[in-house]
């Protein structure tokens, strides 16, 4: 069975991409965040998931720690982070960052470490 979700079951704001879906209660291993970072230095706190994360930048820079690793990644790229492994990234500016971030999981799993 298709599902269609309505951008209000899972948008912060109408004008805006920025929120998080979990997929598992519709039958996919996967979730969703929408990422909208406005100022630079902004981002998540060092963490990690059980299973792999993909990042799509689809606007802006970022720099991402993924072990004792530093990436700079921009619009258009497509960073995977391994299961297990630590990681965060800050917005680098100058304008906003948005990325699609993809678990391959149903539900979230996080682990803070920051």
Same mark, same amino acid.
């Given at each position: 069975m298709a599902h269609v979700i309505d951008r209000d079951q899972w948008a912060e704001a109408p004008d805006r991409w920025q929120g998080e879906l979990q997929c598992g209660a519709f039958g996919s291993r996967s979730c969703l965040i929408f990422n909208y970072v #406005?100022?630079?230095g902004g981002g998540p706190r060092l963490h990690k998931h059980p299973y792999a994360e993909i990042f799509i930048i689809r606007q802006g820079r970022a720099l991402f720690t993924v072990g004792d690793r530093r990436i700079e990644a921009?619009?258009?790229?497509?960073?995977?982070? #391994?299961p297990d492994t630590p990681h965060k990234f800050s917005n680098l500016g100058p304008g906003p960052l948005e990325t699609t971030d993809i678990h391959e999981n149903g539900s979230f799993i996080t682990e803070w470490l920051e």
């Amino acid at each position: 069975m298709a599902h269609v979700i309505d951008r209000d079951q899972w948008a912060e704001a109408p004008d805006r991409w920025q929120g998080e879906l979990q997929c598992g209660a519709f039958g996919s291993r996967s979730c969703l965040i929408f990422n909208y970072v #406005p100022g630079i230095g902004g981002g998540p706190r060092l963490h990690k998931h059980p299973y792999a994360e993909i990042f799509i930048i689809r606007q802006g820079r970022a720099l991402f720690t993924v072990g004792d690793r530093r990436i700079e990644a921009s619009a258009g790229q497509i960073l995977i982070v #391994p299961p297990d492994t630590p990681h965060k990234f800050s917005n680098l500016g100058p304008g906003p960052l948005e990325t699609t971030d993809i678990h391959e999981n149903g539900s979230f799993i996080t682990e803070w470490l920051e």
